[in-house]
């Protein structure tokens, strides 16, 4: 018996109304929702998500970028379960890298044509606002074309610990040192159950949110992230979507949602990633439904693979995100999945859309029309280990 006093029929037509009212741009409850996530049929769906893409982006571009993610530290005290990056402090295997290697492997990084950095460390207990103060200015007086998209909301709530300022305070130094914009890393699950057994000593949620709030109030954007797959339920993962449009409907803020996968190896809480291939695209199809206030949604290669990556883009995604000219922190936890420019851009366009090179703010840099004027140039592509690209220096 399926839902309401029509039985299957009766629930089949709310479906079918919910979706044709979304692919509209209408606005649908998080009740609906879960309906349609859990019950709509694959192709229904992801036709309705393509509908809202279709109109939003007419050119039929959907877009990459090129950056690196430099991690600073591996020592972080705040010790999430799903992490197999960090290490606790005094831990043999802690490191920290200096300002000049930072900058160094920024400067590798322009050589390559990226155009955003995104750093990312654990809490360094030791580590206060001067010193993202001196890296952020370093890094910017050397190379001021990067846009620095990087830290988050934890980072924000560690730093003004650490320092004893407030949240606030912490977000306008970064922002005056040279940080454009946020990632949005550390939102893994929102909803409070799930986080609370994944991330229990991270801040709760709706503390993550209002950090967010704050910095888009001062002028800093921000992405947001899903981290699906580590045992939360349905209706749990709609309520991290509702969490999220609720406070995009008061700031504008968020640029982006991205949702990817956990991945489970070297980490405390194992397991496996309770998400499917299947669940993975239907919910990036219903939150392309959900959210009639973000206006980009990037579909994960690193963690799905690069059909699915592929994939997302017929169920509303419009990017499918970076190169990675460097990550560590999901490949340590099992991410094998890597790919370069020229991939990404024939990932693209064999999905039937225009491949466009993109900026943070998402301004196409370079559209790729012409499959005999694509780049080539193979060292613009992945490397998992801090210290990839190792040709860059000698040439
Ligand atoms: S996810 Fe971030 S905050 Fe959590 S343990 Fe890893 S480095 Fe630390």
């Given at each position: 018996m399926g839902r309401g006093d029509g039985g299957a029929g009766g629930e089949a037509r709310e479906i079918r109304e919910i979706l044709e009212r979304a692919a509209e741009g209408g606005r649908i409850s998080p009740e609906e929702a879960l309906l349609i996530y859990t019950r709509a049929p694959l192709h229904a769906l992801g036709g309705a998500a393509d509908t809202v893409r279709r109109r939003r982006y007419p050119d039929g571009i959907a877009t990459y970028i090129i950056d690196r993610n430099i991690?600073?530290?591996?020592?972080?005290?705040?010790?999430?379960?799903?992490?197999?990056?960090f290490r606790a402090p005094k831990h043999e295997e802690g490191w920290v890298r200096d300002v000049d290697d930072l900058v160094t492997k920024c400067g590798e990084a322009v050589e390559l044509g990226a155009t955003q950095i995104m750093l990312q460390g654990g809490h360094h207990p030791e580590f206060g606002i001067e010193w993202y103060e001196q890296t952020f200015s370093a890094i910017k007086a050397a190379y001021p074309q990067l846009t620095l998209h990087s830290l988050g909301a934890s980072e924000v709530m560690h730093i003004s610990r650490t320092s004893g300022i407030t949240v606030e305070q912490a977000i306008v130094r970064l922002r005056d040192a040279g940080l454009d914009s946020f990632a949005?890393?550390?939102?893994?699950?929102?909803?409070?159950r799930p986080r609370r057994a994944i991330?229990?000593?991270?801040?709760?949620g709706h503390v993550w949110l209002s950090v967010m709030e704050t910095a888009h109030r001062l002028g800093v954007e921000s992405t947001v992230t899903f981290m699906m797959g580590t045992g939360e339920t349905n209706a749990e993962r709609i309520e991290h979507l509702r969490m999220i449009r609720e406070v995009q409907d008061r700031t504008?803020?968020?640029r982006s949602f991205i949702p990817w996968t956990y991945q489970p190896e070297n980490?405390?809480?194992?397991?496996?990633?309770?998400?499917t291939t299947l669940e993975y695209l239907r919910l990036v199809a219903v939150a392309r439904l959900f959210f009639d206030n973000i206006a980009h949604l990037q579909g994960s290669w690193l963690t799905t693979g690069k059909e699915v990556g592929q994939l997302t883009l017929h169920m509303g995604a419009d990017d499918l995100g970076s190169v990675m000219l460097e990550e560590n922190v999901v490949s340590a936890a099992g991410a094998r999945h890597r790919t370069n420019r020229s991939e990404l851009i024939s990932l693209i366009r064999t999905a039937g859309r225009i491949p466009a090179q993109r900026d943070t703010l998402y301004r196409h840099l370079v559209v790729h029309r012409d499959p005999t004027l694509d780049p080539v140039d193979d060292r613009v592509a992945s490397h998992?280990?801090?210290?990839?690209?190792?040709?860059v220096s000698t040439t």
């Amino acid at each position: 018996m399926g839902r309401g006093d029509g039985g299957a029929g009766g629930e089949a037509r709310e479906i079918r109304e919910i979706l044709e009212r979304a692919a509209e741009g209408g606005r649908i409850s998080p009740e609906e929702a879960l309906l349609i996530y859990t019950r709509a049929p694959l192709h229904a769906l992801g036709g309705a998500a393509d509908t809202v893409r279709r109109r939003r982006y007419p050119d039929g571009i959907a877009t990459y970028i090129i950056d690196r993610n430099i991690n600073y530290t591996n020592v972080c005290v705040t010790a999430c379960r799903f992490c197999a990056f960090f290490r606790a402090p005094k831990h043999e295997e802690g490191w920290v890298r200096d300002v000049d290697d930072l900058v160094t492997k920024c400067g590798e990084a322009v050589e390559l044509g990226a155009t955003q950095i995104m750093l990312q460390g654990g809490h360094h207990p030791e580590f206060g606002i001067e010193w993202y103060e001196q890296t952020f200015s370093a890094i910017k007086a050397a190379y001021p074309q990067l846009t620095l998209h990087s830290l988050g909301a934890s980072e924000v709530m560690h730093i003004s610990r650490t320092s004893g300022i407030t949240v606030e305070q912490a977000i306008v130094r970064l922002r005056d040192a040279g940080l454009d914009s946020f990632a949005g890393a550390g939102a893994e699950i929102l909803t409070e159950r799930p986080r609370r057994a994944i991330a229990p000593l991270k801040e709760p949620g709706h503390v993550w949110l209002s950090v967010m709030e704050t910095a888009h109030r001062l002028g800093v954007e921000s992405t947001v992230t899903f981290m699906m797959g580590t045992g939360e339920t349905n209706a749990e993962r709609i309520e991290h979507l509702r969490m999220i449009r609720e406070v995009q409907d008061r700031t504008g803020g968020f640029r982006s949602f991205i949702p990817w996968t956990y991945q489970p190896e070297n980490n405390h809480l194992g397991g496996r990633t309770q998400a499917t291939t299947l669940e993975y695209l239907r919910l990036v199809a219903v939150a392309r439904l959900f959210f009639d206030n973000i206006a980009h949604l990037q579909g994960s290669w690193l963690t799905t693979g690069k059909e699915v990556g592929q994939l997302t883009l017929h169920m509303g995604a419009d990017d499918l995100g970076s190169v990675m000219l460097e990550e560590n922190v999901v490949s340590a936890a099992g991410a094998r999945h890597r790919t370069n420019r020229s991939e990404l851009i024939s990932l693209i366009r064999t999905a039937g859309r225009i491949p466009a090179q993109r900026d943070t703010l998402y301004r196409h840099l370079v559209v790729h029309r012409d499959p005999t004027l694509d780049p080539v140039d193979d060292r613009v592509a992945s490397h998992f280990s801090s210290t990839a690209l190792p040709l860059v220096s000698t040439t």
